[in-house]
């Protein structure tokens, strides 16, 4: 449905980049956790551009919980989370309402909203937004935390290199000429009870992936082996398993902690790919939508020359809020509270 | 919603692999699109096995349609589409109520269903299952051809071999050694307007995997170029954009059709990545879940060597599905049958 | 989402008066419960015509399962039943396929299928249909009465009559006269805990309802003292509390056992108004939807005087899923097994 | 989905009666829609107590659009529209943290959200929210009425009289002696195209009933002639109907608008029965949660005599905000905008 995902516990976004301010409502979310403003703080700092591999835009991402808090603790009640935008350069964007930037959905927004969009840096598109899925998922995480489930995403590469020195490298190469890198990232959540998810069509697969797309510059997940299951044969990858104490475990976790869609009790493990950032300064070709004819465009503007290190977190918080969700309908409303 | 998927067009499945029968209730159909039964026996065919590339288990797949077609055409009310199980051997799967086969979900089913679950032949979780959904897709996918919407999946590589008779030599190898391969397949989706689609949460990647998640063995996804974004530079990959006519056309489609979430009138690119068939007849460690003890499993019964042909049919079903209901929740009920 | 209704345990419903078969499908029960086929039997028993004063039409209503039911358990996998149509009598109908019935959903159902529709017998509108209804129902039923909840509904009352043998007289006096009366159903459902329910927008009352205004007839629920709350003061029906053991209690129960959305631990409560059957043999005035021209109507064909008394054990059948299904959003997927 | 409501154009609600400030997400709105935001104004000013009939509670209601509206038109993102809470006077309502006060939600909120809801002003369950409601409806009726559609909502009786003068003298009795009285909305929807609903389940009176009785202290809805078909005969009250040039039309409209729970073109009506308010200054029996002992409340603190006519405007936005949702699912996310 649109801007609102999750079945029980469910995060609705709104905002644009250049608006008044964006934020999401987290709804489901049971009564009495106790809320660490410190925590969605620091979330919030590890999402924001802070050094030289990152845009110079600078948001204080000082965010206000309007309802849903009292004395401390959830309610139980729908939170809402706003996060003012403040350091807005409007004018850098002038150009782009009419020059569409390759590969970035300026393009399919004037398609999909007849151009009424706020175009303004990338408006509802804008990666600023995921700000509020940050803050959103840094209520739930702590109270995961609390029942053993750990959610932690890491840079797998950027730009093809595993070491950060060289990855970081790579990155400052691109921001040299203009241009952008992208990456791998890899989230792993452990704790997790077998016997979650759902064979048709709710399995943890299909709701961590149909979540993790919305972030933007996703564009392939594989869980486990993934792709790398494509040239094995069956006895080499089958994750064969035994009796551990009162557990059942895997020698491997080929599968990524997932088969039949449920999780087996092993780690989820899954691999996100994020694209270079469409937006850079080399000019390329593109179109004039008012005047339907060719052009050239060379972003002005603030912008990142790579955001894998930035999208970690948000991979994170993502990933927390489906698990919370699926857990929060199988074991019911409370259960994350006791 | 568990087994059901879809906002305005929606699928229901039900059925285990050795009960009476399986199905699905396609729901949000329009009114008055003529049903096409040679076409849905066709796609039958094409899912069923027919050769030496898979199990020898021969079901007729006769299916009936309970309800929701009049004279030939959709009415518009929920249609229920039954296939009977006849082929069944239940006898051969005795020895998989407790002896779990590793990757296969014998044992996260007993998690989630704590051990109520129909273990005969794979149950609910059987490939078999989607047999339904071919049926389903065969429906909605002549009308999308009418609406000049193509869907097609094919073989990219199995055991990582792409010409056929290459592959089918692994496939025949590897069943001669009782064991099995995985492959990819790509899927293009050609027709479709540009602007459809959300940018949270119901981006179109985001709702195809959603889906595609559901079919067994699939274990990842990636768009256009997907994984291969990692070591690129922005300026080699963004699709930069030139007019065509009335048209904003690409001169590369790396983006896989989908920018931000939404179409942007080049084809939808995916590839999807199938996991070699957990059934194996080779000897493998497991556990006996009765006894809670270590043992070996050597499976018997029916069991395809390889299912990546088989899923090329099932994938393109669940994409025409996905499809058609986005289509149907932009351009309104109706749309479809006009 | 049209023909299916509930988040965590749903049903989904098809068929057609004339076609095939009716059916549901109920997905989201929990594993391991009993299923009691004669219970089954004997609600569709309640809800059959089998006496003067409803349609001659019989229907043995032998429903089969085709899935979700294991060694006389629920799997936990979706259950869909069917009940094949046997005495139908298309040619009653033919006259209908033009000429609309007032009150009756023939001319509403040509617009909303644009005259696709299975016009035979009422077709997916028909009254019919609540058998899969009820089938559905009765699954459910003896798992929350184990739970101590129980469902009931009663005649208030037919044509104005509140004693049996009056009502009676009064059917069979409209079914003389080829007319048709209506009537109130009142329901209760005891031993339900407090706190279920949402403030906005799930509440009771609106869960309830949506569900219960689908039996063809409803026109109308009221909670609690409903209507009769609009002459009287606070002072008068606000239900005062006191202290019960460690349970809090009303003195009376004016509110039907839900404030504010959410239960209080009395009773539910609510009356439910059914309108005359609109298919009467006396003559009317309608139109010929193919000719557009005004002509006059006798209905033929078989059909009830009244249907208040059949309805009830549909009204305590949709009552009951719809409370199932909350109580399994809120306790978690396994608890109505417990 | 709780505190989401709606398909294709959804509203999220959040908010408490005393924190920062109340909410609601409107998601769906086709973009290119002018904003009223004097509209808005007027409707807010509609629901807000202005004389000797209402609280003295002052609420300038000035709301702010955070998100979803570019240059004075809707962007077809997500709306969020806040309005801060400024006069609470939040000692009065210490005492009401453990004694509960009678038919109000104080006791059931306490047990659905375990003692943590934020008890002040009746918190999340305050009237107050529904001022988010009806600035949600204020984006959706000036686009509803360009197409024709109009939604209006009258007092039909309060404490039993229908001529304002009478009424308000009940009301201005009631609060002399601190008691409340109740009364009935009735409610028409004019302009709205016949074949709009579902007859399972998403009928159109399933639709409005479940919305409408999230409305604090609504116990009862009926369409058309409602509890009056109960004691009527078949031929009595069937809506009869003729051809109006291209129209077909019904002599009469007991059925409101809706018959097999889909629109018949003519106008949809309704009435809804508002309860007295439950605070009031007489003294009741309670209970003490913490203590958990008898006790006795005189309500103090600000409140209403009377909300019908207050409420009147919310049930209006209410039925607006779903009626645009049916036909927006039924004609495509554009519709409403062309």
Known sequence: MKNTIGNSLTVT??????????????????????????????????????????????????????????????????????????????????????????????????????????????????????????????????????????????????????????RNAKIL?????????????????????????????????????HAVFSIPAVKGIEFGLGFGFADKMGSEVNDQMYVDGDNVKCYTNNNGGIIGGITNGMPITFNTVIKPTPTISKEQNTVDIIKMENTTISARGRHDPCIVHRAAVVVESVTALVIADMLVSKYGTDWLAK
């Open 173 to 209: 190469a691109a921001k040299a000429e203009g241009d952008s890198v992208g990456g791998v990232l890899e989230t792993a959540v452990t704790g997790i009870p077998a016997g979650v998810g759902e064979p048709w069509f709710d399995t943890v697969e299909g709701m961590l992936s």
């Open 13 to 166: 976004l709104f905002g644009e980049s250049h608006g008044k301010a964006i934020g999401a409502v987290l709804d489901g979310m049971p009564s009495g956790i106790e809320v660490d403003e410190e925590y969605i703080a620091s979330q919030l700092t590890r999402r924001r551009p802070k050094d030289a591999l990152s845009t110079p835009r600078q948001e204080k991402d000082e965010y206000s919980i309007l309802s849903g808090v009292f004395e401390g603790r959830t309610t139980g009640t729908p939170i809402c989370i706003t996060i003012p935008n403040a350091d807005t350069h409007s004018k850098d964007y002038g150009e782009m309402q009419y020059k569409m930037r390759p590969s970035h959905a300026d393009y399919t927004a004037n398609c999909r909203y007849n151009g009424f969009q706020d175009y303004r840096g990338g408006g509802h598109f804008s990666g600023r937004i995921t700000a509020a899925l940050v803050a959103a998922g840094a209520f739930v995480i702590p109270a995961l935390n609390k029942k053993g489930i750990c959610v932690s995403t890491k840079i797998k590469s950027i730009a093809g290199e595993t070491a950060e020195e060289k």
